[in-house]
């Protein structure tokens, strides 16, 4: 069956774009300050309602499976901002995440500091990691994680070149060195209660991979995220961040 992303991008239609019709999303859009709907990156927008569960820095052949099973059972897709090299590693495994309906997306080729990298590198960086994750899933590439969160405004130009849009996030926590599930649950609750109470969605980064290491210890993090998705299951909407993207170009 086909995806609802592919569904729309087959017809030449975002499926953003799609969903934002279907719901009313140009009044929506208008709501928003233009720069950030042209300009700046993507963060979360005035849906209290609704969370995006984004993992970084993978694919991790050691973990993603087992995050995988967890979305399955709870029947939710997330958003995966891929490296470049790791995607060309594991197929296989970019293949299965594309197939089970989540978003993927480019978190660039080697995972440098983009603000300190000259501009040709970083088309390099980006365009080479786009080209490979389309080449597996044989889906364009729309939206794009700077690693670090370097957002130099050359940065965020290439990405744009390149027809992504640039995503940042509104709730980490350092899961990536923290051994304790709970605490890691519990920072980011709290976050996505305060955006909850300040009106705005929540886009959540947690990490299934690590940029320096293809196979990382990952067990925290991903039993992080089946928490927060059984806390916030009756509660809130889990989406992927195509969802959230307003630009009236794509409508
Ligand atoms: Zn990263």
Do not use: C
Not at 1 to 12: F, Q, R, V, Y
Not at 46 to 67: V, Y
Not at 105 to 117: D, E, F, M, R
């Amino acid at each position: 069956m086909l995806s609802p992303l592919a569904t729309g991008i087959s017809i030449g239609l975002g499926a953003a774009g799609a969903a934002g019709l279907a719901v009313g999303g140009y009044a929506y859009a208008a709501m928003w300050p233009a720069s950030r709907i042209f300009g700046r990156p993507l963060l979360a927008p005035k849906r209290p309602g609704e969370l995006a569960l984004t993992f970084d820095d993978g694919p991790n052949p050691a973990w993603t499976p087992r995050l995988l099973e967890i979305l399955a059972s709870y029947d939710v897709r997330a958003t995966f901002f891929m490296v470049g090299s790791h995607a060309q590693a594991e197929p296989e495994l970019v293949r299965q995440i594309a197939a089970a309906g989540h978003l993927i997306g480019n978190h660039s080729w080697s995972h440098p500091n983009l603000a300190v990298t000259r501009a040709s590198q970083v088309r390099e960086e980006l365009s080479r990691t786009s080209a490979v994750l389309e080449e597996i899933t044989g889906k364009p590439v729309r939206f794009f994680r700077p690693p670090f969160g370097a957002r130099r405004p050359y940065v965020l130009r290439a990405a744009r070149e390149l027809g992504m849009t640039p995503v940042l996030w509104n709730a980490m926590t350092s899961d990536w060195k923290e051994p304790s599930t709970e605490k890691i649950v519990a920072r980011l609750t709290k976050t996505i209660d305060r955006n909850q109470r300040r009106g705005r969605a929540t886009n959540i980064v947690l990490h299934d991979g690590n940029h320096m290491e293809l196979a990382v210890f990952r067990g925290p993090s991903v039993a992080a995220a089946g928490q927060l998705l059984e806390h916030y299951k009756g509660t809130h909407r889990f989406v992927t961040v195509d969802a959230w993207s307003f630009e009236r170009a794509r409508l």
